[in-house]
C-alpha cells in the first residue's frame, strides 16, 4: 500500500513532469557534454525528495508505492537517462534490498542518507562470468572472527564512481540444496581494500557512471551482514531486480514517448520537395507504429506495476513488461532516426540521443533472453504445479 493517497501524488508527479521538461530537457546537450548531471540539477533533485521517492517515510522518503514510481519514471524517460540513474539505485536495486531485507539497525543506519541522497548506494552483482547467471558469482565472503572478509571483482557496478555504499553480493558457502549460498554485505566506499576502477566508457548514457569494483581482504563486522542472516542474499536480488523490471519497463515508455514527440514534431516541418514528411503515408505510418508501441507499453507498465503492488504477479508481469517495453523503445528510437532521416544520425539531434540510450534497457536488470526464460519457464513450472 502507498503511503501516498492519489490526491497528495497528484501535485508530485506534476512537479516531477514540470521540473524534467522546463529545467532538464534544456540542458540535455550539457549533461552529454560532460558526461554529468550538473550540480544544480543535482541538488533540486535532492530537494525534491526524488533520491528516497520509493523509501518508506518512517526512513525519509516519500514512501511512494510501485504503481506510482513507475508514473514517475514515465516522465524520467522523457529526458536524458542520467537523470534518473543519479537516484535510480538509491530508491531501486540497492535501496530496495536494505527497504525489505535490512533489520531495523541496519535501516537506522543507512536509509536516511540514502533518502537524501547523502549516502548513494550501489548494487553490486555482477562479475566477469556472472551476469544473466548471478547464482554463478565467485566473490567470497568468509568468516573471521565477529565479521566477513571479502574477496572479489564486481563489473559494470552503476554509480560506482560516486558511491558511498556498496550492497555487495558474496558467496559465503557453496551452492547446496538448501539454496545457492549467496548473502549480501553493506559495505561503506571507503573499507580498507576495496577499490573502484576508472569509469567505463559506454554507448550512451553520458552522465551516468559505471565502473569494476574490487574487493581485496575487505572486512566487515557481522552487522554488515544484511537482515542478519546469510540465507537472504540471492532472494533479496531476485525481488530486487523484479521490481526494478516494472520500473525499468516504465523509463522505456517515457523514452519512446519522448522519441515519438520528437518524431512527429520533426514530420510536420521538415520538407522533401516542397512537401512535409509528415503527409507521405509511409512515415505517418512509422508515426503510427510509435504511437501504438508507446500506448501498448503505457499500459502494460500500469498493469504490472498494479499486480506487483497486489501481489498477485510479482514474477511473470514485471519481466513481461520489461521485455516488451524495452524492445519497443529499441524499435520507436529506430524509426525516430528513421523518420529524422540523415539528421536523425547526428549528434546533437535527441533522437541519436535516445537511440544510443535505450539500447542499455535491453540488457541490464536481465536481458531480453532472461525475461523470455522466466516467462516461459515460470508458465511451464506453473501448469505442472497445477496438475
Ligand atoms: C551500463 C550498465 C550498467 C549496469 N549496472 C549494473 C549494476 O548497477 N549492478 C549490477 O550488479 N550489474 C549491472 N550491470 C550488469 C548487467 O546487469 C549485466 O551486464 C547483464 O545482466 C548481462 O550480463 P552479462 O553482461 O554478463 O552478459 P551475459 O550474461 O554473458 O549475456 C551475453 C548474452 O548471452 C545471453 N544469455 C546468457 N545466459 C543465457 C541463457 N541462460 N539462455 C539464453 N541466453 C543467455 C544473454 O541474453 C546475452 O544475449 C550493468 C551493465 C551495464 C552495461
Same mark, same amino acid.
Given at each position: 500500500m502507498s503511503e501516498v493517497s492519489s490526491e497528495d501524488f497528484e501535485p508530485i508527479l506534476a512537479q516531477v513532469r514540470q521540473f524534467v521538461r522546463t529545467r532538464v530537457v534544456p540542458r540535455e546537450q550539457e549533461i552529454l557534454d560532460t558526461d554529468s548531471v550538473p550540480a544544480d540539477i543535482r541538488k533540486q533533485v535532492a530537494e525534491m525528495g526524488l533520491f528516497g521517492y520509493a523509501i518508506p517515510q518512517e526512513w =525519509?522518503?516519500? $514512501? !511512494?508505492d510501485l504503481t506510482q514510481d513507475v508514473e514517475l519514471a514515465m516522465e524520467f524517460g522523457y529526458t536524458a537517462l542520467a537523470l534518473r540513474s543519479l537516484f535510480g539505485t538509491n530508491n531501486g536495486i540497492a535501496g530496495q534490498v536494505l527497504v525489505n531485507y535490512g533489520t531495523e539497525e541496519q535501516k537506522r543506519l543507512w536509509l536516511e542518507r540514502i533518502a537524501s541522497g547523502d549516502v548513494v548506494a550501489s548494487f553490486a552483482l555482477t562479475e566477469p562470468g556472472a &551476469? #544473466?547467471? %548471478?547464482? =554463478? !558469482?565467485?566473490t567470497r565472503a568468509v568468516r573471521e572472527g565477529d565479521g566477513w572478509v571479502i574477496d572479489g571483482q564486481k563489473r559494470f557496478i552503476t554509480n560506482a564512481p560516486a558511491a558511498d555504499l556498496f550492497v555487495v553480493f558474496a558467496r559465503t558457502? %557453496?551452492?547446496d540444496d538448501s539454496g545457492p549460498g549467496i548473502a549480501v554485505f553493506l559495505v561503506p566506499?571507503? #573499507?580498507?581494500g576495496l577499490q573502484v576502477g576508472p569509469k567505463d566508457r559506454k554507448m &550512451?548514457?553520458?552522465g551516468a557512471w559505471t565502473a569494476d569494483v574490487t574487493f581485496n581482504g575487505v572486512r566487515v563486522p557481522d552487522s554488515a551482514l544484511i537482515g542478519g542472516s546469510e540465507d537472504v542474499g540471492y532472494r533479496a536480488a531476485m525481488t530486487s531486480l523484479a521490481r526494478g523490471r516494472v520500473h525499468i519497463a516504465a523509463l522505456a515508455v517515457g523514452s519512446a514517448q519522448r522519441a515519438l514527440d520528437e518524431s512527429v514534431a520533426y514530420a510536420a516541418v521538415a520538407e522533401q520537395g516542397g512537401t %512535409?514528411? $509528415?503527409?507521405?503515408q509511409l512515415v505517418q505510418a512509422m508515426i503510427a507504429d510509435q504511437q501504438t508501441g508507446v500506448m501498448a507499453g503505457r499500459a502494460l507498465v500500469r498493469d504490472a506495476a498494479a499486480q506487483y503492488v497486489s501481489g498477485r504477479d510479482r514474477r511473470i508481469a514485471p519481466s513481461v513488461a520489461k521485455l516488451f517495453c524495452t524492445e519497443m523503445v529499441g524499435n520507436v528510437a529506430d524509426l525516430a532516426v528513421q523518420i529524422h532521416g &540523415?539528421?536523425?544520425?547526428?549528434?546533437?539531434?535527441p533522437v541519436e540521443r535516445i537511440y544510443r540510450e535505450v539500447r542499455l534497457l535491453r540488457l541490464y536488470e536481465g536481458t531480453s533472453e532472461i525475461q523470455r526464460l522466466i516467462i516461459g519457464g515460470g508458465l511451464v513450472r506453473a501448469q505442472r504445479k497445477s496438475e
Amino acid at each position: 500500500m502507498s503511503e501516498v493517497s492519489s490526491e497528495d501524488f497528484e501535485p508530485i508527479l506534476a512537479q516531477v513532469r514540470q521540473f524534467v521538461r522546463t529545467r532538464v530537457v534544456p540542458r540535455e546537450q550539457e549533461i552529454l557534454d560532460t558526461d554529468s548531471v550538473p550540480a544544480d540539477i543535482r541538488k533540486q533533485v535532492a530537494e525534491m525528495g526524488l533520491f528516497g521517492y520509493a523509501i518508506p517515510q518512517e526512513w =525519509g522518503g516519500l $514512501g !511512494l508505492d510501485l504503481t506510482q514510481d513507475v508514473e514517475l519514471a514515465m516522465e524520467f524517460g522523457y529526458t536524458a537517462l542520467a537523470l534518473r540513474s543519479l537516484f535510480g539505485t538509491n530508491n531501486g536495486i540497492a535501496g530496495q534490498v536494505l527497504v525489505n531485507y535490512g533489520t531495523e539497525e541496519q535501516k537506522r543506519l543507512w536509509l536516511e542518507r540514502i533518502a537524501s541522497g547523502d549516502v548513494v548506494a550501489s548494487f553490486a552483482l555482477t562479475e566477469p562470468g556472472a &551476469g #544473466s547467471n %548471478p547464482a =554463478g !558469482l565467485r566473490t567470497r565472503a568468509v568468516r573471521e572472527g565477529d565479521g566477513w572478509v571479502i574477496d572479489g571483482q564486481k563489473r559494470f557496478i552503476t554509480n560506482a564512481p560516486a558511491a558511498d555504499l556498496f550492497v555487495v553480493f558474496a558467496r559465503t558457502r %557453496p551452492a547446496d540444496d538448501s539454496g545457492p549460498g549467496i548473502a549480501v554485505f553493506l559495505v561503506p566506499a571507503d #573499507s580498507a581494500g576495496l577499490q573502484v576502477g576508472p569509469k567505463d566508457r559506454k554507448m &550512451g548514457q553520458e552522465g551516468a557512471w559505471t565502473a569494476d569494483v574490487t574487493f581485496n581482504g575487505v572486512r566487515v563486522p557481522d552487522s554488515a551482514l544484511i537482515g542478519g542472516s546469510e540465507d537472504v542474499g540471492y532472494r533479496a536480488a531476485m525481488t530486487s531486480l523484479a521490481r526494478g523490471r516494472v520500473h525499468i519497463a516504465a523509463l522505456a515508455v517515457g523514452s519512446a514517448q519522448r522519441a515519438l514527440d520528437e518524431s512527429v514534431a520533426y514530420a510536420a516541418v521538415a520538407e522533401q520537395g516542397g512537401t %512535409p514528411i $509528415g503527409d507521405f503515408q509511409l512515415v505517418q505510418a512509422m508515426i503510427a507504429d510509435q504511437q501504438t508501441g508507446v500506448m501498448a507499453g503505457r499500459a502494460l507498465v500500469r498493469d504490472a506495476a498494479a499486480q506487483y503492488v497486489s501481489g498477485r504477479d510479482r514474477r511473470i508481469a514485471p519481466s513481461v513488461a520489461k521485455l516488451f517495453c524495452t524492445e519497443m523503445v529499441g524499435n520507436v528510437a529506430d524509426l525516430a532516426v528513421q523518420i529524422h532521416g &540523415g539528421t536523425g544520425y547526428m549528434r546533437g539531434v535527441p533522437v541519436e540521443r535516445i537511440y544510443r540510450e535505450v539500447r542499455l534497457l535491453r540488457l541490464y536488470e536481465g536481458t531480453s533472453e532472461i525475461q523470455r526464460l522466466i516467462i516461459g519457464g515460470g508458465l511451464v513450472r506453473a501448469q505442472r504445479k497445477s496438475e
